[in-house]
């Protein structure tokens, strides 16, 4: 059985900075490509951040773009997100899916608040 987690969110003020990390059971996650989603209630999920197997390609949509960044350690099979300058807009919880070819897995998330 395949299990993902989420890790490291929190409250945190205006400006501040916090790094996400995502790790797997029941699958190799240096196999997969691995998204990080968010999904704020009422409003559809939104992918921030992708990076292929080896960290050689990474995406961001603007909305994040030049404060979050995606890494990955395929020897301690983690994945992270860090995030910096943070803005009450990007709280949120945050979902980790790796996913290959039609094999996409998602966990639980880790909630983010952004407030003074």
């Known amino acids: 059985q395949v299990q993902v987690v989420e890790s490291g969110g929190g409250l945190v003020q205006p400006g501040g900075s916090l790094t996400l990390s995502c790790t797997a059971s029941?699958?190799?996650?240096?196999?997969?490509?691995v998204n990080w989603y968010r999904q704020v209630p009422g409003q559809q999920r939104e992918r921030v951040a992708t990076?292929?197997?080896?960290?050689?390609?990474?995406y961001y949509p603007d909305s994040v773009k030049g404060r979050f960044s995606v890494s990955r350690d395929n020897t301690e099979q983690t994945v992270s997100l860090q995030m910096t300058s943070l803005k009450p807009e990007d709280t949120a919880v945050y979902y980790c899916?790796?996913?290959?070819?039609?094999?996409?897995?998602w966990g639980q998330g880790t909630q983010v608040t952004v407030s003074s």
């Open positions: 029941g699958i190799v996650l240096s196999d997969y490509y």
């Open positions: 990076i292929d197997y080896s960290s050689t390609n990474t």
């Open positions: 899916n790796p996913y290959r070819a039609t094999y996409k897995y």
